[in-house]
T-cell receptor, first 114, second 112 residues
Framework: SAVISQKPSRDICQRGTSLTIQCQVD?????MFWYRQQPGQSLTLIAT?????????ESGFVIDKFPISRPNLTFSTLTVSNMSPEDSSIYLC???????????FGEGSRLTVL | GNSVTQMEGPVTLSEEAFLTINCTYT??????LFWYVQYPGEGLQLLLK?????DKGSNKGFEATYRKETTSFHLEKGSVQVSDSAVYFC???????????FGKGTKLTVNP
């Protein structure tokens, strides 16, 4: 299994500001994923972050809005830039376990944008 | 495209009642199917999975059978407990991909 820690667990932000969410894993993993869960909606994949390469974004998500860093095999950050109230969501980090490919999730970061 | 539709919640049951949460999917090829659970204040956890047609996944008294003919993966438990109160997500993953496609989640509350 993998233990994933996300920071912050929640935050209230002002419109137009940016916030960086950190994801720390207790083991080395190749693939990390960032998901968004908007109120009353399902989880939607934002991007896949592999160490040593640019993140791959899903349709509807762009690097300028959601820049991602992946400096090593145990850490990643997601920045939500120039926030608006529509960005109020839970953002979740996920990793694929080596071998089994089972996905593990962090507890999520709940952002509220005023 | 690939999608998952699951039963709208919330669902409220009494302890020891029978639980069914419906899940149907649309996908190309032969996806793997999953149920994830999110207990209050915790991250998503894999509850059970099935990787091919007619497979039955089971864990903690929960079961789900991969039905290709009805494109369904309904979650069942014969006797729920208060500790089963959580949000349940049905999800699929296409072969060769690590990306999960989730349903909207169903909140279950079990009362004593």
């Amino acid at each position: 299994s993998a233990v994933i820690s996300q920071k912050p667990s929640r935050d209230i932000c002002q419109r137009g500001t940016s916030l960086t969410i950190q994801c720390q894993v207790d083991s080395q993993v190749t693939m990390m994923f960032w998901y968004r869960q908007q109120p009353g909606q399902s989880l939607t994949l934002i991007a896949t972050a592999n160490q040593g390469s640019e993140a791959t974004y899903e349709s509807g998500f762009v690097i300028d809005k959601f820049p991602i860093s992946r400096p090593n095999l145990t850490f990643s950050t997601l920045t939500v830039s120039n926030m608006s109230p529509e960005d109020s969501s839970i953002y979740l980090c996920s990793v694929a376990a080596p071998g089994t490919g089972e996905l593990f999730f962090g507890e999520g970061s709940r952002l509220t944008v005023l | 495209g690939n999608s998952v539709t699951q039963m709208e919640g919330p669902v409220t049951l009494s302890e020891e009642a029978f639980l069914t949460i419906n899940c149907t999917y649309t996908a190309t090829g032969y996806p793997s199917l999953f149920w994830y659970v999110q207990y209050p204040g915790e991250g998503l956890q894999l509850l059970l999975k099935a990787t091919k047609a007619d497979d039955k996944g089971s864990n903690k008294g929960f079961e789900a059978t991969y039905r290709k003919e009805t494109t369904s993966f309904h979650l069942e438990k014969g006797s729920v407990q208060v500790s089963d109160s959580a949000v349940y997500f049905c999800a699929l993953k296409r072969g060769g991909s690590e990306k999960l496609v989730f349903g909207k989640g169903t909140k279950l509350t079990v009362n004593p």
